[in-house]
């Protein structure tokens, strides 16, 4: 079935460093897009979007990058601090039907001082 | 303050015994959802409801039942038919349906005694 998976289950960066979550989907009707951040025993909070009409997203700190042709999303965080913590998902969903929202299992991101 | 907000924070469930977890949410959203998040797992969808007085089963509807009477407010029941609910359990609601962004509450984590 359709499916949104995660490169790597954990990512240890220094304090200061820059961060790169990846995420690979498989739905090629997919057009939209969100990432997520889950710190422990806290319910997702949203932190960027992305439609398919745009390859980059930028906002504080963090921007989103698509690209379709290898069906592949990514979320930068700069200069990560140690608040950034937390599981990182991403989840996908193809628009204008009853389609749901799918969420791949998410990324583990440990930042050490 | 807007947001949604889920109760109790822990529950705790008798073999046999029904339980409800409550999600209210003060943003005016049309759409609610139920999630439930195990261990190294993405969220799946339990129900959901794009409408007061209606709601749908999402992937893993067995052994749970919802209402809707309210805009503001989507009560899960866990029942004594759901063989294995310890989990931890996320409401979420969207402006309309899935095709927006789906904003999260705090979470309610069951345990069976």
């Known amino acids: 079935g359709e499916s949104v998976g995660l490169h790597l289950p954990t990512l240890s960066v220094q304090e200061g460093d820059n961060s790169i979550i990846n995420c690979a989907y498989s739905?090629?009707?997919?057009?939209?897009f969100i990432w997520y951040k889950q710190e422990s025993g806290k319910g997702p909070q949203f932190i960027i979007d992305i439609r398919s009409n745009m390859d980059k997203r930028q906002g504080q700190r963090v921007t989103v990058l698509l690209n379709k042709t290898v069906k592949h999303l990514s979320l930068q965080i700069a200069a990560t601090q140690p608040g950034d913590s937390a599981v990182y998902f991403c989840a996908e969903i193809a628009t204008g039907g009853y389609n749901k929202l799918i969420f791949g299992a998410g990324t583990r991101l440990a930042v050490h001082p | 303050d807007g947001g949604i907000t889920q109760s109790p924070k822990y529950l705790f469930r008798k073999e046999g015994q029904n339980v409800t977890l409550s999600c209210e949410q003060n943003l005016n959203h049309d759409a609610m959802y139920w999630y439930r998040q195990d261990p190294g797992q993405g969220l799946r969808l339990i129900y959901y409801s794009q409408i007061v007085n209606d709601f749908q089963k999402g992937d893993i509807a067995e052994g749970y039942s919802v209402s809707r009477e309210k805009k503001e407010s989507f009560p899960l029941t866990v029942t004594s038919a759901q063989k294995n609910p310890t989990a931890f359990y996320l409401c979420?609601?969207?402006?309309?349906?899935?095709?927006?962004?789906?904003?999260f509450g705090p979470g309610t984590r069951l345990l069976v005694l």
């Open positions: 979420a609601s969207s402006i309309s349906g899935f095709g927006e962004t789906q904003y």
């Open positions: 739905n090629s009707a997919s057009d939209y």
